[in-house]
């Protein structure tokens, strides 16, 4: 389940009105169920995937993949697993938590685990997105945000590309500020 918090210390847990607040950035969330089977559960489950496993889940997810593509002409799509005990993880996550802009739409699917995604609105404020499974979000280009993971520290999410070169963060220099 989403949870949108404000610098005030405010909470929103309902879609529809967590959507109605992301609409001035052009934000999309929507609720993506996965079918949970046999073949599917347990790569969900697993803490770490073989690059063979991640394309076997992909695999099982792509008929998302393939409605997003005649929607929005996506061309690859791939999967990062982050946990705990990924090698240089902190590195890899440092590349996400400034604020930054993309000159593409950023788009993931959250498949399992949560994370947060960050935002500046227009007035200077931020908010702050708790995603969650079954969960997608398309951050459009030019939106200033960041990524970090939550206090879980997993999140298992497909990615969707318009180029094989993938999202570049160009950094804005805004701070991230501190939310009560």
């Known amino acids: 389940m989403a949870i949108l918090k404000f610098e005030d210390g405010r ?27 046999a073949k599917v559960t347990p790569l969900l489950r697993a803490d770490t995937l073989t690059d063979a496993q991640k394309e076997e889940l992909l695999s099982c997810l792509d008929g ?30 440092k590349i996400f938590d400034k604020c930054h802009r993309h000159s ?10 949560s994370g947060i995604f960050g935002f500046t609105k227009a007035d200077g404020t931020q908010i702050m997105l708790t995603v969650e499974s079954e969960e997608f979000i398309r951050v459009p280009a030019g939106a200033e945000h960041w990524f970090v993971l939550d206090q879980n520290r997993r999140i298992k999410a497909v990615r969707y590309f318009t180029s ?14 501190s939310f009560g």
């Open 164 to 177: 094989k070169e993938g999202w570049v963060a160009n950094y804005t220099g805004t701070a991230v500020h």
């Open 64 to 93: 998302r993949f393939e409605e997003q593509r005649a929607k929005f002409g996506y061309q690859t799509r791939d999967l990062v697993v982050l946990h705990s005990s990924v090698p240089k993880i902190e590195d890899m996550l």
């Open 104 to 113: 593409d739409d950023e788009v993931r699917y959250i498949v399992d685990g």
């Open 11 to 37: 909470q929103i847990t309902v879609l529809e009105q967590i959507r109605k607040e992301l609409e001035p950035l052009k934000i999309e969330l929507s609720h993506w169920p996965i079918e949970k089977t």
